[in-house]
């Protein structure tokens, strides 16, 4: 079985960083695209950063320059370093993975999510 765990939330002051790390894990035969989004309270679910296999990058224009995603293939893990936090960053952040598990096709999986509270 495969599983998403996410880590590295938590409370900063503006201007302040963290960094989230999500381990995947299970029977994993490849993982091509991994990334992040974040639910803010009362707003829909929000791309931040996706990574490919081959280490293309996209991210949402409200984070470029201060965000930076990264991932270690052979820990199957990725990171989310986040710089120069402002209180509008604050959300869930969740952690997904496009996963061809051993013997079956592939699936989106989800992590359970991690807070990031951001003050002013």
């Known amino acids: 079985q495969v599983q998403v765990v996410e880590s590295g939330g938590g409370l900063v002051q503006a201007g302040g960083s963290l960094r989230l790390s999500c381990a995947t894990s299970?029977?994993?035969?490849?993982?091509?695209?991994m990334g992040w989004y974040r639910q803010a309270p009362g707003k829909q679910r929000e791309l931040v950063a996706t990574m490919t296999i081959g280490g293309s990058t996209n991210y949402a224009d409200s984070v470029k320059d201060r965000f930076t995603i990264s991932r270690d293939n052979a820990k199957n893990t990725v990171y989310l370093q986040m710089n120069s936090l402002k209180p509008e960053d604050t959300a869930v952040y969740y952690c997904?993975?496009?996963?061809?598990?051993?013997?079956?096709?592939?699936?989106?999986?989800w992590g359970q999510g991690t807070q990031v509270t951001v003050s002013s």
């Open positions: 997904y993975a496009h996963i061809k598990p051993m013997g079956d096709v592939n699936r989106v999986y």
């Open positions: 299970g029977s994993i035969f490849s993982i091509n695209l």
